[in-house]
């Protein structure tokens, strides 16, 4: 890929293998009240996850507003864990492009990739938590953009989702690597303004592509 000079990361299934955490998240919400009463299984909860995942639909207030739970489960950061090889494949890009973060995130995202001990690689870090927006708005690419510096045509954007970070990158003019792990991995594009200009099964592979 020519002409590239920064590129931006999802996090979730992107750097971070979060299996665990939402194999807990469906055991803690078939185990309240309101899960017991209708009968849902920690299996269905997690079965439903993929239909929104599929369908291009965000994937776990989907999956709250259908069963009508009264409470969402917690998401539990502590569960994350970062894929293998991460730390070598950031610090061997770092040393030919600036690299940032475009994500959606709940509050103290610095702070949980300074604990994984990855926040040195990332010169931008831009969160929905932080500017209240939230991927797919084009919006927040924009914003990450204009803290880059650069032109769209020389950042690349690295995520698992094509409605949440293949769509709107291209959409602004971003080039596009879709990296299929985790839920969005299983999607399938709904028209050509949704294909990445790469697919990667994992992040070191992005060593024989940049």
Known sequence: ????????????????NEDEVWKQRC??????????MLGISQRQIYEEIIQASIT??????TVVKKFGFLKA?????ELEKLYDNVDLVLQSLAQKYKLGIIANQTDGLVDRLN???ISKYFSFVISSWDYQIMKPDSKLF???????????SETIMVGDRLDNDIFPAKNIGMKTIWIKQG???????KT???????????????????
């Open 192 to 210: 050509n303004e949704y294909l990445p200009d790469r697919e990667i099964a994992s992040l070191s592979e992005l060593l024989d592509i940049l």
């Open 27 to 36: 055991v803690e919400q078939a185990e309240m009240e309101d899960a017991k």
């Open 115 to 117: 604990s994984l001990k």
């Open 1 to 16: 890929m020519e002409n590239v000079k920064c590129i931006f990361f999802d996090v979730g299934y992107t750097l971070i």
């Open 183 to 189: 839920f969005g991995g299983m999607q399938k594009p």
């Open 73 to 77: 489960a917690p998401y539990r950061h």
């Open 56 to 61: 291009y639909q965000p994937q776990y207030r």
């Open 142 to 152: 924009q914003i990450a953009i204009e803290k880059s510096g650069y032109k769209a």
